[in-house]
T-cell receptor, first 114, second 108 residues
Framework: ETGVTQSPTHLIKTRGQQVTLRCSSQ?????VSWYQQALGQGPQFIFQ???????GRGNFPPRFSGLQFPNYSSELNVNALELDDSALYLC?????????????FGSGTRLTVV | KNEVEQSPQNLTAQEGEFITINCSYS?????LHWLQQHPGGGIVSLFM???GKKKHGRLIATINIQEKHSSLHITASHPRDSAVYIC??????????FGEGTQLTVNP
């Protein structure tokens, strides 16, 4: 049974650029949720994908978008990067939204926008 | 006011001490999670609770649904327990709402 893998682990981008972060879900999980964690704060919910459809979104602008593939892996895309987008981006996979069995988290992608 | 509040924000203990971290929430929940985050960023799920009490090794988690309060206890603390401990609640729908975390440092 594999865990959740995120790539890349670290990334430096320039303001205005676009970035794609990737997450492979744990075997048997069909739901992936994405979180943004600024330094010294708790993670904030960005959105969740269940069976390739977005089924929940937090208070993030449309330039944050995502995708889930038939194998339940997922991408987070951020356009027009701003300095405040610098954060640790975490993904978590679960079965049916974590209803009964909880979540498995990846180690995160640390994005720095300069 | 955040929907999930943790206390204390920072906690320093000596090896062997009994530790308690508290979490209060203000919304209806279907489950509460205790998570551990190490400096590299990766998060490990410790407990998922909807009622009562759970124990795993030296860790104990309790929840009082009526009081909207949960506690995480660590018995016989050890320097390897040093990490950020985060409380997160699952409300109706898809999201987890997180507390800001408690930074625990256990000195030898």
């Amino acid at each position: 049974e594999t865990g959740v893998t995120q790539s890349p682990t670290h990334l430096i981008k320039t303001r205005g650029q676009q970035v794609t972060l990737r997450c492979s879900s744990q075997s048997g999980h069909n739901t992936v949720s994405w979180y943004q964690q600024a330094l010294g704060q708790g993670p904030q919910f960005i959105f969740q994908y269940y069976r390739e459809e977005e089924n929940g979104r937090g208070n993030f602008p449309p330039r944050f978008s995502g995708l889930q593939f038939p194998n339940y892996s997922s991408e987070l895309n951020v356009n027009a990067l701003e300095l405040d987008d610098s954060a640790l981006y975490l993904c978590a996979s679960s079965l049916n939204g974590g209803l009964n069995y909880g979540y498995t988290f990846g180690s995160g992608t640390r994005l720095t926008v300069v | 006011k955040n929907e999930v509040e943790q206390s204390p924000q920072n906690l320093t203990a000596q090896e062997g001490e009994f530790i308690t971290i508290n979490c209060s929430y203000s919304v209806g929940i279907s489950a509460l999670h205790w998570l551990q985050q190490h400096p590299g960023g990766g998060i490990v799920s410790l407990f998922m609770l909807s009622s009562g009490k759970k124990k795993h090794g030296r860790l104990i988690a309790t929840i009082n649904i009526q009081e909207k309060h949960s506690s995480l206890h660590i018995t016989a603390s050890h320097p390897r327990d040093s990490a950020v401990y985060i409380c997160a609640v699952k409300t109706s729908g898809s999201r987890l709402t997180f507390g800001e975390g408690t930074q625990l440092t256990v000195n030898p």
